[in-house]
């Protein structure tokens, strides 16, 4: 009886267990939508074997993210190891910004303003969508800090919503409808 009852006891813990794993798996190679269902079937191909610039290159909607990057000289940078937490505003993110912009941003001049707005989008570690709590302060790799908030399930970023999630093999893109604007140098 006894041996029968650890015998019992080691086939529940396996069966536990391999469910557990299963669910890990599935959480760290899944991709959380929280709104945008044209992001969410664009990122549906991608797969965990992608860092986060390649994340952002199969986007159709980051192709303004991936010639900003291009022009600031982060594509090798953000390629790295990381961990990174990127938060990629969309193609319709970068139009809202005020007409000439982004085109005076993307001119060789204005390379260290594009490059500083670029890394105010990135930080250091993983933060999932899960993780964030209202009124959590992160540091960017510019030096700056975002501040988060979070209501009714819905998490933002200075004001941009986070409207994806895709796990990457450096890190986690996180992507938003709106560009994070660093505040002036005093």
């Given at each position: 009886m006894r041996k029968m009852l650890l015998v019992t006891t080691m086939v529940?813990?396996?069966?536990?267990?391999?469910?557990q794993t299963n669910t890990k798996k599935?959480?760290?190679?899944t991709i959380i939508a929280k709104t945008d269902s044209v992001i969410q079937s664009d990122m549906n191909d991608l797969l965990l074997e992608d860092n986060v610039v390649q994340v952002a290159v199969k986007s159709k909607d980051h192709s303004t993210l991936v010639a900003a990057l291009k022009a600031a000289d982060l594509v090798e940078?953000?390629?790295k190891e990381g961990p990174f937490t990127v938060f990629a505003p969309t193609n319709a993110a970068f139009n809202k910004?005020?007409?000439?912009t982004l085109d005076n941003l993307?001119?060789?001049e204005n390379k260290g303003d594009l490059a500083n707005i670029l890394k105010y989008h990135v930080s250091l570690g993983v933060f999932k969508a899960?993780?964030?709590i209202d009124g959590q302060i992160i540091g960017q790799i510019n030096g700056n800090d975002v501040k988060m908030s979070v209501?009714?399930?819905?998490?933002?970023i200075n004001g941009a919503t986070v409207v994806a999630s895709v796990p990457a093999l450096n890190g986690i893109v996180h992507?938003?409808?709106g560009v994070l604007l660093p505040s002036p140098s005093k």
């Amino acid at each position: 009886m006894r041996k029968m009852l650890l015998v019992t006891t080691m086939v529940c813990t396996s069966l536990l267990m391999s469910c557990q794993t299963n669910t890990k798996k599935t959480d760290e190679t899944t991709i959380i939508a929280k709104t945008d269902s044209v992001i969410q079937s664009d990122m549906n191909d991608l797969l965990l074997e992608d860092n986060v610039v390649q994340v952002a290159v199969k986007s159709k909607d980051h192709s303004t993210l991936v010639a900003a990057l291009k022009a600031a000289d982060l594509v090798e940078s953000l390629s790295k190891e990381g961990p990174f937490t990127v938060f990629a505003p969309t193609n319709a993110a970068f139009n809202k910004l005020p007409a000439g912009t982004l085109d005076n941003l993307l001119k060789p001049e204005n390379k260290g303003d594009l490059a500083n707005i670029l890394k105010y989008h990135v930080s250091l570690g993983v933060f999932k969508a899960a993780d964030f709590i209202d009124g959590q302060i992160i540091g960017q790799i510019n030096g700056n800090d975002v501040k988060m908030s979070v209501k009714n399930g819905k998490v933002m970023i200075n004001g941009a919503t986070v409207v994806a999630s895709v796990p990457a093999l450096n890190g986690i893109v996180h992507v938003i409808d709106g560009v994070l604007l660093p505040s002036p140098s005093k």
